[in-house]
């Protein structure tokens, strides 16, 4: 019997969640749910079938988790409390500031539906949560650092895109190495915005449009660039797709730290991910995640929770003698 | 009301736990448990008392946890299933082979007694199983790679020493770079022994020793150098006292995997350590797991556990709501 998953929302997300699934021989796509027109959606798993949206509650006994594949800023703050009342969900909510009231939402709707929820899974919030929050408890005396990129950050992406007399655009960001050699040397930098990331933007203007007037506007846009170092590429349509199409990530968790009776010896944890696919690697954590909120509602629970509590073995298709046995 | 914590065997291993225990305001060092005269071992913490090693048996309802500090090849085998029946425990068993028979000597114990055990913690095994696990978990299809070092390895330090003509010696194992480079290029090389690492020793020979004949019985040593290339330095006790008397460690643990419909993406999950003192270390791992012990067996919880059976948040001394708010 195998772990009968649905995806809600066939986007970059859902199509990395199904690809991760044929990765997993334990569990099969079973459905995709979709905003769009069915048979406009095609899917890349034949046995699986494509529905709106408008059905997926009639597949509540159908699936054993439901992975909801839509966006943190406007679909899962209403979708995950939503459907975690009839499925055992796992989002990738990425709201930082607004996670303890998702959780709270999710918690009561799954609490209600006697479901297990599991929200903001993926690489952070997610993998880069677990390491910020292993390295705090071994080494309680120091210091964290995140870092991000170097990688494509969507949300500056379209913030460039907005501006007039841009057609197309592609933002990257990057860990300044100088601040990122000084936390493994020990010093324990304080280190403001700009001494932490650069951006980089390529950009495809349109025919005649004022170039400098762009590069100023992004370079000085609040929040987004301006405080920042940021670098302005004008590239054709063509470069733009030939050596900007993918969607690669990654970064960096550092914690810092020192032991002993007089704080005298010091420690460097660092965690570091490099992905060639940003959707396609949350994704791959999501359904790990799936088959603990799997075997967690199995055995009773329900409730949200996240990467913090959820036992690691819970994540493996191995049993326990397994694991102790391969991988301790 | 802070967590009781009794020390059994006060060596490094021992005082590293002493002065971690510090570093965490939720415990407290009740007593420590030693084969010694207890008027002969000087500890670092007033408040807490030195006993023999047979009184550990009346402390019984007195301390929340007991920490096991003796060594996997003779001591760990025998007190953890003895003092797991009695005492929520931690030990730091690292015989990766005979982890199995272990777990099954604890399990029944401390199943018996109604205690919680957590055997297996620090680095590795702890830490970099951890990592090896969830990578696995994440990228099911990808290449494992775990590097040792740069660090001081007793066991080979020790071999050293037994050979006649040598005084005293320190054994370093450091990791090749250039293996290292291929498997963070996304090559998935196939490694050998004598590829992964390379062995540094610091030798103090006694006056008119033979050093040649010294240098060729460490290089042809079976098991201990054999396999690996091995460099070998002659030094002076001060320049071993002076420059080789730390403990430091180290070392990585990465998985380079793929995902997408034909496994056309790659990915580099890579966790490092850089340690100033190896048993500081492992110590401050074992008191995040002391504290996780102790929560378990408040709930109820009795058998042997590992670091794959417990979730993360058991380790922190924050709440869910302060984690979730601070460090998702």
């Known amino acids: 019997m195998r772990i009968k998953i649905g995806i809600l929302g066939y986007g970059n997300l859902g199509r990395g969640v199904e690809c991760a699934i044929r990765q997993n021989p334990d569990m099969e796509l079973k459905a995709v749910f979709t905003r ?9 798993t034949e046995t699986a079938t494509v529905c709106p949206v408008s059905e997926a509650e009639k597949w509540k006994d159908e699936l054993d988790v439901l992975i909801l594949c839509g966006g943190s800023a406007t679909d899962l703050p209403v979708q995950t409390p939503r459907y975690a009342e009839l499925f055992n969900v796992v989002d990738s909510f990425d709201t930082h500031a607004k996670i303890p009231e998702h959780f709270a939402n999710v918690d009561a709707a799954a609490q209600k539906g006697g479901r297990t929820a599991v929200i903001s899974v993926g690489w952070d919030p997610g993998m880069f949560s677990l390491n910020r929050m292993y390295a705090n408890a071994i080494l309680p005396e120091g210091s964290d650092y995140t870092f991000w990129g170097r990688g494509v950050s969507q949300g500056h992406s379209d913030a460039v895109r907005r501006i007039a007399g841009v057609k197309d655009a592609r933002q990257y960001t990057i860990p300044v190495e100088s601040a990122l050699a000084a936390v493994r040397a020990g010093e324990n930098p304080e280190l403001s915005t700009r001494q932490k990331h650069t951006r980089e ?9 004022d170039l400098a007037g762009i590069e100023k506007e992004i370079k000085t846009m609040p929040n987004y660039f301006a405080d920042y170092d940021t670098v302005v590429h004008f590239i054709s349509e063509e470069e733009l797709k030939r050596d900007h199409s993918g969607i690669p990530h990654g970064g960096l968790v550092l914690r810092s730290g020192t032991t002993g009776w007089e704080n005298e010896k010091r420690h460097l944890i660092e965690y570091s991910l490099k992905l060639d696919s940003n959707p396609e690697f ?3 954590v999501i359904i790990a995640y799936a088959r603990a909120a799997y ?24 049993s326990g003698e397994e694991l102790r046995a391969s991988l301790l």
């Open 36 to 44: 769009r027109n069915p048979a406009d959606v095609a899917i890349l």
């Open 201 to 209: 933007c390529f950009v495809v203007a349109e025919e005649g449009a």
């Open 282 to 284: 949350t994704a791959s």
């Open 295 to 318: 075997r967690l509602s199995q055995e009773g629970a329900s409730g949200c929770k996240t990467v913090f509590d959820i036992a690691p073995a819970y994540l493996s298709a191995k």
